[in-house]
């Protein structure tokens, strides 16, 4: 165990001093926080004009309970920024072959399993943070437009639960893109990689024709996760989202502690 801790200290140590994982962390953060502004007045007129029967109108045309609308919203806020939690991930992952410090890293942790698991858990600690900074950009972009309504909503047990589905698919997610880059060994090729699942999932062709498959896919599984089925297309519930949410950084990481393991004994 003290070996672990070590190599996850030392994994966690590598990440906050690379200058691009600054770089790409900002991009984001700084992307979410144009996005919520743009927002922001939209959002403050819907509240402003929230019937007294409270039904909010976020969307022309689309009346719904004020309450879980503006909950659903301010984490379709934070889902929109999880497409690019991978490509943060990829650039983690990548920096040990740009760098050439595997060997290295090797030599420190002869043991790969311990090396795997330690780098997998700094990567997932790290994303976890990252995605706190998401969830709070919103929530606080949201808190400006109903602080003169009702503020308490972003606390309610709806909106927590929300808070929580969207962390755990956040780190898992991003872990995929991780994954695949140290399968792959090249920062592009987990990029594309995670790239081509987004794509499926963003063209909606599988989930029209063949939607069990379709929920098989971890963005699918992100979504079924965390909209309203009443306000999209989904293809399985949240349960069955999150076994699959959890089966696919699982196996990929078990792919990329064998291949490391393999390639290295050579």
Same mark, same amino acid.
């Given at each position: 165990?003290?070996?672990?801790?070590?190599?996850?200290?030392?994994?966690?140590?590598?990440?906050?001093?690379?200058?691009?994982?600054?770089?790409?962390?900002?991009?984001?953060?700084?992307?979410?926080?144009?996005?919520? *502004?743009?927002?922001?007045?939209? /959002?403050?007129?819907?509240? =402003?004009?929230?019937?007294?029967?409270?039904?909010?109108?976020?969307?022309? @045309?689309?009346?719904?309970?004020?309450?879980?609308?503006? *909950?659903?919203?301010?984490?379709?806020?934070?889902?929109?920024?999880?497409?690019?939690?991978?490509?943060?991930?990829? *650039?983690?992952? @990548?920096?040990?072959?740009?760098?050439?410090?595997?060997?290295?890293?090797?030599?420190?942790?002869?043991?790969?399993?311990?090396?795997?698991?330690?780098?997998?858990?700094?990567?997932?600690?790290?994303?976890?943070?990252?995605?706190? =900074?998401?969830?709070?950009?919103?929530?606080?972009?949201?808190?400006?437009?109903?602080?003169?309504?009702?503020?308490?909503?972003?606390?309610?047990?709806?909106?927590?639960?929300?808070?929580?589905?969207?962390?755990?698919?956040?780190?898992?997610?991003?872990?995929?893109?991780?994954?695949?880059?140290?399968?792959? #060994?090249?920062?592009?090729?987990?990029?594309?990689? /995670?790239? =081509?699942?987004?794509?499926?999932?963003?063209?909606?062709?599988?989930?029209?024709?063949?939607?069990?498959?379709?929920?098989?896919?971890?963005?699918?599984?992100?979504?079924?996760?965390?909209?309203?089925?009443?306000?999209?297309?989904?293809?399985?519930?949240?349960?069955? =989202?999150?076994?699959?949410?959890?089966?696919?950084?699982?196996?990929?990481?078990?792919?990329?502690?064998?291949?490391?393991? #393999? #390639?290295?004994?050579?």
């Amino acid at each position: 165990m003290s070996a672990l801790l070590a190599a996850v200290r030392a994994e966690l140590t590598k990440i906050f001093t690379l200058r691009s994982t600054w770089v790409v962390t900002g991009l984001i953060l700084a992307l979410h926080l144009l996005i919520s *502004v743009a927002n922001l007045r939209l /959002t403050t007129e819907a509240v =402003a004009n929230i019937t007294p029967d409270e039904h909010i109108e976020l969307f022309a @045309g689309e009346s719904r309970p004020a309450r879980p609308a503006l *909950v659903d919203f301010m984490i379709s806020m934070s889902f929109q920024m999880c497409l690019f939690l991978p490509t943060l991930a990829a *650039v983690l992952a @990548g920096q040990e072959f740009r760098a050439h410090q595997l060997g290295q890293s090797i030599l420190a942790v002869p043991r790969r399993g311990v090396l795997i698991i330690a780098k997998t858990v700094a990567a997932a600690a790290y994303l976890l943070l990252v995605s706190l =900074a998401i969830a709070g950009i919103s929530t606080t972009f949201m808190y400006s437009a109903v602080q003169g309504w009702d503020p308490g909503v972003l606390t309610s047990a709806h909106a927590l639960l929300g808070q929580s589905r969207f962390l755990t698919f956040a780190v898992l997610w991003a872990l995929v893109g991780y994954a695949l880059t140290l399968i792959s #060994r090249r920062t592009l090729i987990g990029i594309i990689a /995670t790239v =081509a699942l987004t794509a499926v999932t963003m063209t909606q062709v599988l989930a029209v024709s063949v939607p069990a498959v379709d929920a098989l896919f971890p963005l699918s599984a992100g979504r079924n996760l965390l909209l309203n089925p009443e306000d999209s297309r989904l293809t399985a519930g949240r349960a069955h =989202a999150l076994v699959v949410l959890l089966l696919w950084p699982t196996f990929t990481t078990a792919v990329a502690g064998l291949l490391l393991n #393999r #390639r290295d004994v050579r």
